[in-house]
């Protein structure tokens, strides 16, 4: 007795795993995630509910900015190098953090440092939110 799976097109199948037409378009020419598939007559992508994991997964990675490189690497590559894949890319998005914070942690200071000069962005805020022109008595 054959044993039938159930195929998806690709718009549900879309549904179920949270990817548009147009990314497994892009995907399939990338090969990260092909159709079991395609109809011959209407040009269809068909998927299963086996490939749901992966389009899980490459939906996740590729949400949180892993270049398709390293995407190719984590669903298809030695799991070592996967590894490796996904410590450095957390590296790279701590350290882009912490390049962030340092250039806008002043910013963040002098806001809410009201003894600082009368331009700073704190006073600013507060004659703004008083109705009154920030630069009005500034010279004075």
């Avoid at 879309?14 to 990817?19: A, F, I, Q, Y």
């Avoid at 509910?49 to 892993?66: F, I, K, T, Y």
């Avoid at 030695?78 to 953090?97: N, T, W, Y």
Wanted: glycine share 6%.
């Amino acid at each position: 007795m054959a044993v039938f799976e159930e195929v998806l097109m690709m718009g549900a199948f879309g549904r179920l795993v949270g990817l548009m037409p147009s990314a497994f378009r892009f995907y399939d020419d990338c090969g990260v995630l092909q159709p079991t598939s395609v109809d011959p007559a209407t040009g269809y992508r068909l998927y299963t509910l086996q490939q749901e994991r992966r389009a899980v997964l490459l939906r996740d990675l590729r949400e949180m900015g892993l270049p398709l490189s390293a995407v190719r690497i984590v669903l298809d590559g030695p799991a070592q190098e996967a590894s490796l894949a996904l410590r450095d890319h957390v590296q790279s998005l701590e350290a882009k953090a912490r390049q962030r914070l340092d250039t806008r942690a002043p910013t963040c200071q002098r806001a809410l440092n009201p003894h600082r000069t009368s331009g700073c962005l704190w006073s600013i805020v507060v004659t703004v939110k008083n109705d009154t022109h920030p630069l009005e008595g500034a010279s004075q």
